[in-house]
């Protein structure tokens, strides 16, 4: 269960089960003040807000190997939280509210409609999610573990493939490979973030015969000369990743 906390100049609003990304969110605060008019958010004239101006552009990102996380504690939960979306000192209480719930079974995402950076909370363990200029999140290598994996090929290739698969992602939010085996026959995989839910990684894979995928718009052709297969992981039947860090967990 993922669970979000999101600041405006009203309150800090909390969605159970469904994440809203911080660079949509503005189209949702209507409904948020409905829902929320017990916290005087229809007493409050309507606020505007600037656009983020803490994406990075995209000729400066980098795709790490893996996400850089940090271990929370109840003493610095706060700071790391502020380290990610400093936007929060405006309203700290927000924090140290959700600290009463530390550590959760749930994920908390704290965001800020004035900030492209998403602070993840999993159990004990921080993560800042970032999102380039052209706003995508920008993915570790290993986001893309347990999603469709090439089988039978080494680590650190593997890890090469999803760098780049990763960058791209962060350009177009959309990336479509192919995964070509000895005999010209390929496993086509789409690997793509909803707009609204950029923080889903989403993906679906289907067996082409040669000469039937060839023609397509790929942007990557990867082969190996140990590639056995590749295999899709399903959660509850659905090939979707929400917990970035799931593949950490026992």
């Not at 079974?105 to 900030?115: C, D, K, R, W």
Request: hydrophobic share 40%; aromatic share 12%.
């Amino acid at each position: 269960m993922i669970a979000s906390i999101w600041y405006d100049a009203v309150d800090t609003i909390v969605i159970q089960n469904e994440l809203k990304d911080p660079m949509h969110y503005s189209k949702l605060l209507p409904l948020a003040c409905l829902t929320a008019s017990l916290l005087g958010c229809g007493t409050h004239p309507k606020q505007t807000f600037a656009p983020p101006a803490d994406y990075v552009p995209i000729d400066k990102v980098q795709i790490p190997g893996k996400f850089q996380t940090v271990e929370l504690t109840r003493e610095t939960y706060a700071e790391e939280v502020l380290r990610c979306v400093p936007q929060f000192r405006q309203a700290p209480e927000r924090i140290f509210r959700n600290l009463d719930r530390f550590p959760t079974s749930s994920i908390t995402v704290f965001g800020h409609l004035q900030s492209a950076n998403q602070f993840w909370v999993n159990k004990t363990t921080g993560m800042c999610l970032r999102s380039s200029s052209e706003q995508f999140p920008i993915f570790a290598a290993e986001a893309f573990y347990e999603t469709a994996n090439p089988r039978g090929v080494p680590p650190d290739v593997a890890d090469g493939w999803y760098k780049q698969i990763a960058f791209l992602m962060a350009a177009r939010g959309a990336v479509k490979v192919a995964y070509v085996f000895e005999k010209g026959t390929a496993i086509v995989v789409d690997y793509w973030v909803e707009p609204k839910k950029a923080y889903q990684l989403q993906y679906s894979g289907s067996f082409r015969k040669q000469g039937s995928w060839e023609s397509e718009n790929i942007d990557f052709r990867f082969s190996y000369p140990s590639m056995s297969s590749v295999g899709e992981t399903k959660r509850g039947g659905a090939t979707v990743k929400e917990n970035l860090l799931s593949h950490r967990l026992p």
